[in-house]
């Protein structure tokens, strides 16, 4: 199964792309806009996991050749440039292919950050009406921190929460996220109950940035 | 310190008079609209303790009593009553008097439950509009399970943020949310961030109704 991580240069895709070159041997392609860019970070990736004596299979692709090429397309952009990155490769998107989503969108104000709730009801539904409608939209990894994800030499134990129509996506969806040492996938039910799944991720910044020794926090429900 | 638990009769307020109960000696008072029900409850809450050998200080009254006696007033009443319920007591509330609301608004559908953020911004600061300008408001133990908080043969890691705008009320209100075997109480920040806290309640539901061997779930950050 090949997975590509759309915008795989940034933060949560740096964090999902090692964590899955680390844990797994599924073949990764990072895509971004800048195909160069994309290649010198899917090399930089691959150099680390080699350090680390795993030799992953990570290659760096434009976000639409990316998209072309795989099973799994997770879309690792902020929240403002979800609905252009889609729209950019839907067509290269195949009736099943599985499209993921871990963005959120957030404001901040004095007292913190909170969600930005967008009229369609969430990011995730967003997503889905961008996408292709035979294309099965899976909301995952919205509550994940970037940095403690990219650092291999962090451990955790943390959940995320699978929302979406498609029952066989997202039971992919999950697979994918337990390679993950340490996370647990949980069922959040349907596209519909994604807002607050998404709104717990300002909620993690903002005990952050109010209690002192907690950083980079992920969520356990138990 | 005196708590009084107003609609200390119901679900969440059982839950936490009977850990203060179990884990402490402070006096509860619970409040209900009806003094006979607070009366009654207060047995029983009395009783189970007994039972485990704790002997406790548990006294029933109407909820304005109740309020009157306190130094801290947990209104444990459904978000529906929150506003009437803290109208009732408003003039019992002394200047130093702690509010303290657990209230989440949610509604359902198909797929689940939903947070239902009033005009407020959050059903907390509904409750800090309603309260008398002296006196603090603090949200806190909104994404406790009552029924898992009640039986006192369950155990738990679980978390529960305190927002408020008032850091010597929410630092009384962290005090004893820690006095409780397994709950650790973190800063969420003011109270213009209680919507991320709230919106986790429906999520927990959520959860819970999709995932086989869930039940009663809270949550830890970590």
Chains 1, 2 share one sequence.
Not at 127 to 140: E, F, I, T
Not at 161 to 180: F, N, P, R, S, Y
């Amino acid at each position: 199964m090949r997975l590509a991580l759309l915008g795989g240069t940034g933060d949560i895709g740096q964090g999902l792309a090692l964590r899955w070159g680390y844990n797994t041997d599924r073949e990764l392609l990072i895509g971004s806009r800048d195909p160069e860019k994309a290649r010198n970070k899917a090399e930089e990736y691959t150099t680390e996991l080699e350090s680390r004596g795993v030799e992953a299979d990570i290659k760096g692709f434009e976000n639409a050749m990316a998209a072309d090429r795989a099973d799994v397309v997770i879309c690792s952009v902020p929240a403002y440039h979800l609905v252009e990155t889609i729209e950019a490769v839907a067509d290269r998107l195949d009736d099943d292919t599985v499209l993921v989503t871990p963005a959120v969108g957030m404001k901040r104000d004095d007292g913190g950050l909170h969600y930005n709730r967008p009229g369609a009801g969430s990011v995730t539904a967003l997503a889905a009406d961008a996408a292709p409608d035979s294309v099965a939209l899976v909301g995952a990894f919205h509550n994940l921190p970037a940095g403690r994800l990219a650092d291999l030499d962090a451990t955790f134990e943390w959940d995320t929460v699978i929302v979406g129509d498609d029952e066989d996506a997202k039971e992919i969806v999950a697979t994918l996220a337990e390679d993950i040492d340490g996370l647990r996938a949980l069922d959040g039910g349907g596209l519909g109950n994604a807002a607050e799944v998404e709104a717990v991720t300002p909620l993690l910044i903002n005990l952050a940035m109010n209690n002192e020794g907690l950083h980079d926090l992920g969520v356990r429900f138990q």
